[in-house]
């Protein structure tokens, strides 16, 4: 019986194989059962491996049970203080305070007109040798006050700005610049050296 056994074991082996069972087969030693175990284990080890492989390429995250949202903590709230109105006191009458003239205004003279504005060639030759190097690199006028600037020395500058020389520009003019240095106004014209 266990020869018929045998054969149809080895014949659903061959059918699954794709061979066609013969009749004149021997039978074959069964697999041992050792290497059954082995095939299995490594189905297994494969299947963990790819779910662990999905889950840190996917990102696992976490979920709170269903029907429960996310676990905030919020701290006690502590009501407000109360305040209780002072009770009001009876006004004592002030005394009468005395009456100071007022002492005369006295007339503050307007700060003096700031110094018109003369050429570099007519500023006096002290102040000439003592002023720093500048020269008009890029000059642009406007009807409007906030559009114009110049570059000197590679730096632009603003009515209002300091160079970084130390003079203070005032105005753009069509034709150059006015400059205070010193607490003297001059003018630098358009291409000065």
Do not use: C
């Not at 009749?23 to 790819?50: D, H, I, K, N, T």
């Not at 205070?180 to 050296?193: K, V």
């Amino acid at each position: 019986m266990s020869l018929i056994l045998e054969a149809l074991k080895k014949a659903e082996r061959q059918h699954k194989l794709g061979e066609v069972p013969s009749l004149g087969a021997q039978p074959s030693e069964p697999s041992p059962p050792g290497m059954r175990g082995m095939g299995w284990l490594l189905l297994v080890l494969f299947a963990f491996l790819m779910l662990g492989l999905g889950l840190y390429l996917g990102g696992f995250r976490l979920a709170p049970p269903a029907g429960q949202g996310p676990i905030v903590s919020t701290p006690p709230v502590t009501p407000p203080p109360v305040i209780s109105e002072p009770t009001p006191q009876p006004l004592a009458p002030a005394p009468l305070a005395e009456v100071v003239p007022e002492a005369p205004i006295e007339d503050v003279p307007p700060p003096p007109p700031p110094k018109p504005a003369r050429p570099l060639s007519e500023m006096p030759s002290g102040f000439v040798a003592n002023l720093p190097s500048l020269n008009i690199d890029i000059h642009s006028y406007d009807k409007q006050p906030p559009k114009r600037y110049v570059m000197i020395n590679m730096e632009r500058y603003h009515e209002g700005d300091y160079l970084a020389e130390g003079p203070q520009l005032i105005e753009v003019l069509t034709d150059g610049v006015v400059l205070e240095h010193l607490g003297e106004r001059f003018i630098l014209p358009i291409g000065n050296q």
